[in-house]
């Protein structure tokens, strides 16, 4: 029995549901932070404990490397590993304070001359790297790695001068895009879910979805995988389905697919819980580590996202 005034013990899914499975898995494979963010989502865990989590990838310069995102190894500040440590400092609600104001010191020093950020710095060189995300000495600026950044810290309403230049640059990127890429397109949909001018991100996200259909970007029959291309440099099999994009009923993508589409996509997420609990990675596999690492974070979105729209997970 319980002391009187203690702290109440985690909940425990019921046995065999997808979330008891998943816990399995990632009590059996997660690091610390993904650990932490497991149990904060669905054990009631504190945010506190994400946070000193993070802070084990956070550098002095107020970025975060380390190999926080598995796929860029090494101790050096990466946009990309900035960026995920937002991603996590939002799900728990502590995106702003002295924490951010040193992410956007660190983002303006390693801006490109648009005022952007590159999808990676040149520091990256020496360390182990995906081979799909090569190293360049003078990168460009780049949607998929400023449009997620852009996005979140205006969803949480930080103030901060390199998030103008920033920001135009993601609307010019956005609304001339001809021909894009799944992840491309995430990105994007993460900057205008959540960027202020709402007329303008609903027409831009209108165009988008045409595009994503035109284009057949998003797997709309599960069952038909083959009739929708892998994107140039993918791995096989490597699509993308309706919930990647549409995340949760709110987002602005959810309007670019149909009640059914959605359904079958949801239905597809929910079939994809491997034996061991976990789901699986789509990327290219090109070391072991990046692709044991990646998934309980993998696993952690597909139940957030089977929650959001409703689909029981334990």
């Given at each position: 029995?319980?002391?009187?005034?203690?702290?109440?013990?985690?909940?425990?899914?019921?046995?065999?549901?997808?979330?008891?499975?998943?816990?399995?898995?990632?009590?059996?494979?997660?690091?610390?932070?993904?650990?932490?963010?497991?149990?904060?989502?669905?054990?009631?865990?504190?945010?506190?404990?994400?946070?000193?989590?993070?802070?084990?990838?956070?550098?002095?310069?107020?970025?975060?490397?380390?190999?926080?995102?598995?796929?860029?190894?090494?101790?050096?500040?990466?946009?990309?590993?900035?960026?995920?440590?937002?991603?996590?400092?939002?799900?728990?609600?502590?995106?702003?304070?002295?924490?951010?104001?040193?992410?956007?010191?660190?983002?303006?020093?390693?801006?490109?001359?648009d005022?952007?950020?590159?999808?990676?710095?040149?520091?990256?060189?020496?360390?182990?790297?995906?081979?799909?995300?090569?190293?360049?000495?003078?990168?460009?600026?780049?949607?998929?790695?400023?449009?997620?950044?852009?996005?979140?810290?205006?969803?949480?309403?930080?103030?901060?001068?390199?998030?103008?230049?920033?920001?135009?640059?993601?609307?010019?990127?956005?609304?001339?895009?001809?021909?894009s890429?799944?992840?491309?397109?995430?990105?994007?949909?993460?900057?205008?879910?959540?960027?202020?001018?709402?007329?303008?991100?609903?027409?831009?996200?209108?165009?988008?979805?045409?595009?994503?259909?035109?284009?057949?970007?998003?797997?709309?029959?599960?069952?038909?995988?083959?009739?929708?291309?892998?994107?140039?440099?993918?791995?096989?099999?490597?699509h993308?389905?309706?919930?990647?994009?549409?995340?949760?009923?709110?987002?602005?993508?959810?309007?670019?697919?149909?009640?059914?589409?959605?359904?079958?996509?949801?239905?597809?997420?929910?079939?994809?819980?491997?034996?061991?609990?976990?789901?699986?990675v789509?990327?290219?596999?090109?070391?072991p580590?990046?692709?044991?690492?990646a998934?309980?974070?993998?696993?952690?979105?597909?139940?957030?996202?089977?929650?959001?729209?409703?689909?029981?997970?334990?």
């Amino acid at each position: 029995m319980a002391e009187l005034g203690a702290s109440p013990l985690p909940s425990t899914p019921p046995a065999r549901s997808p979330l008891f499975r998943a816990e399995q898995f990632v009590w059996l494979t997660a690091r610390v932070l993904e650990q932490h963010l497991f149990t904060y989502h669905f054990l009631n865990g504190s945010p506190e404990a994400v946070e000193a989590a993070l802070d084990a990838y956070r550098n002095e310069d107020g970025g975060y490397g380390h190999a926080l995102e598995p796929d860029l190894r090494g101790p050096v500040s990466q946009p990309l590993h900035t960026a995920h440590a937002l991603r996590v400092l939002d799900a728990v609600g502590r995106c702003g304070g002295q924490r951010v104001e040193r992410v956007c010191r660190y983002l303006t020093a390693v801006s490109t001359p648009d005022g952007a950020l590159p999808a990676i710095h040149p520091s990256q060189r020496g360390y182990p790297t995906a081979p799909f995300v090569p190293v360049v000495d003078d990168p460009p600026s780049d949607l998929l790695a400023t449009g997620p950044v852009v996005g979140l810290l205006h969803r949480n309403e930080v103030w901060h001068a390199w998030l103008f230049r920033a920001t135009d640059y993601c609307w010019q990127a956005v609304e001339t895009l001809e021909k894009s890429h799944p992840y491309e397109v995430e990105a994007a949909v993460t900057f205008l879910d959540s960027v202020p001018d709402r007329t303008r991100a609903e027409a831009a996200a209108d165009r988008l979805g045409r595009l994503v259909r035109e284009q057949r970007l998003a797997v709309l029959d599960p069952d038909r995988p083959d009739a929708f291309p892998v994107a140039s440099g993918y791995a096989p099999g490597e699509h993308h389905f309706p919930h990647d994009y549409a995340k949760s009923p709110d987002s602005l993508a959810r309007a670019w697919f149909t009640d059914e589409e959605m359904t079958r996509s949801l239905d597809h997420l929910a079939a994809g819980q491997r034996e061991d609990g976990g789901w699986s990675v789509r990327r290219r596999r090109w070391a072991p580590a990046p692709a044991l690492e990646a998934r309980p974070r993998v696993t952690i979105e597909a139940l957030r996202i089977l929650r959001a729209h409703g689909r029981f997970v334990g």
